[in-house]
């Protein structure tokens, strides 16, 4: 099966990062990761992952370098993640389409359960 492809934002202010909780009663829910989404037909990733920012939390982005790529298989389907590093530019974070936000050092990523598929981006940051 081909994967679905997702983009993911790397947001730091400081030593922190910016991660997100899914909602409840969406696939996952409840756990954490990082703002993005699946990229729409003819959307190129950049694109896509501006959209996603407003979309789920109300901000303008830029989509700066590629951080990291990963490939895992869930079991109904495997994701192809493209992270990449973003500044945010304009508006006030918002919960709209996530249960919460949190600015979270690198050290202490451990402590919060992110979606299993973003361990590599984890441990890119803790490098
Ligand atoms: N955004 C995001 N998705 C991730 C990460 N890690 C990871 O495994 N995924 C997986 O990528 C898939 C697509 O993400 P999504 O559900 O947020 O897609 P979306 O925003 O387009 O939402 P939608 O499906 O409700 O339209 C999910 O199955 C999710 O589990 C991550 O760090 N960020
Ligand atoms: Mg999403």
Known sequence: ???????????????TVLITRRP????????????????????????????????????????????????????????????YECRHLDGVIQNIEVSEHRWVPVTELHRYDILPADAPIIARLQR
């Open 1 to 15: 099966m081909l994967p679905i492809i997702v983009t993911a934002a790397i947001l730091r202010e400081g030593e």
């Open 24 to 83: 409840l009663q969406s696939k996952h829910g409840g756990l954490w990761e990082f703002p993005g989404g699946k990229l729409d037909p003819n959307e190129t990733p950049q694109e896509g992952l501006r959209r996603e920012l407003r979309e789920e939390l109300g901000i303008d982005s830029e989509v700066g370098d590629i951080f990291e790529v990963v490939y895992f298989r869930y079991p109904q389907t495997p994701v192809l993640i493209l992270a």
